[in-house]
């Protein structure tokens, strides 16, 4: 079992930046892909990026590359999404996820609003 919980969202005005993070517990992670997803009103939620726990590799969605930063802390078990040069376009109500295999698990997401 795996346990997420998100925090950081908040207002920010178009161009300005925020830090994600989200907080990991329960079992060894090294076989789980994390991610970041976000849905804003009225859409489908969406995939932001990806991180392998193991190794640190990325994927990003084209609408965040060069805005956006996924990373996690190892020994704090904790995943950061780093976004700058935030557009309204991106205000969303964000996730992270964990998976492996058939797990999957997320957390209660965290509110993002940009306004220009």
């Known amino acids: 079992q795996v346990q997420l919980a998100e925090s950081g969202g908040g207002l920010v005005q178009a161009g300005g930046s925020l830090r994600l993070s989200c907080a990991i517990s329960?079992?060894?992670?090294?076989?789980?892909?994390m991610g970041w997803f976000r849905q804003a009103p009225g859409k489908e939620r969406e995939s932001v990026g990806t991180?392998?726990?193991?190794?640190?590799?990325?994927y990003y969605a084209e609408s965040v590359k060069g805005r956006f930063t996924i990373s996690r802390d190892y020994r704090e078990k904790t995943m950061y999404l780093q976004m700058n040069s935030l557009k309204p376009e991106d205000t969303a109500v964000y996730y992270c996820?964990?998976?492996?295999?058939?797990?999957?698990?997320w957390g209660q997401g965290t509110q993002v609003t940009v306004s220009s």
């Open positions: 991180i392998k726990w193991s190794g640190g590799s990325t």
């Open positions: 996820s964990s998976w492996y295999d058939e797990y999957t698990y």
């Open positions: 329960g079992r060894s992670l090294s076989r789980h892909t």
